[in-house]
């Protein structure tokens, strides 16, 4: 992978929706994975969602059951479906490759974009 590119970002009303995209320039190994983080101002980076090659995914808890990560093989990218969203849910969302195949740790990332903003007002 030689860089990530996100999009989708905007400033929405609490409980509306929005899809986040990452454009993957470069080619995914089966060993690699993908994740969503967020950081909000003054705060560290937080796991959001991965997902594994194999398609398996995972969540934070602060977003399962609204938030949906899958992958877009015809557009190379991996989207972030995010629902019912909360005034909590704003941040700059990122991507990341991991080679670890899955991580909820922003340390085990090796290539990120360059961040998309998420703000929700209430």
């Known amino acids: 992978v030689q860089s990530l590119a996100e999009s989708g970002g905007g400033l929405v009303q609490a409980g509306d929706s929005l899809r986040l995209s990452c454009a993957i320039s470069?080619?995914?190994?089966?060993?690699?994975?993908m994740g969503w983080f967020r950081q909000a101002p003054g705060k560290e980076r937080e796991f959001v969602a991965a997902?594994?090659?194999?398609?398996?995914?995972y969540y934070a808890d602060s977003v399962k059951g609204r938030f949906t990560i899958a992958r877009d093989n015809n557009k190379n990218a991996v989207d972030l479906q995010m629902n019912s969203l909360k005034p909590d849910d704003t941040a700059v969302y990122y991507c990341?490759?991991?080679?670890?195949?899955?991580?909820?740790?922003?340390?085990?990332?090796?290539?990120w974009g360059q961040g998309t903003q998420v703000t929700v007002s209430s």
């Open positions: 470069g080619r995914l190994l089966s060993s690699h994975g």
């Open positions: 997902i594994r090659w194999s398609g398996q995914r």
């Open positions: 990341g490759r991991t080679r670890r195949g899955y991580s909820t740790l922003p340390a085990e990332y090796d290539v």
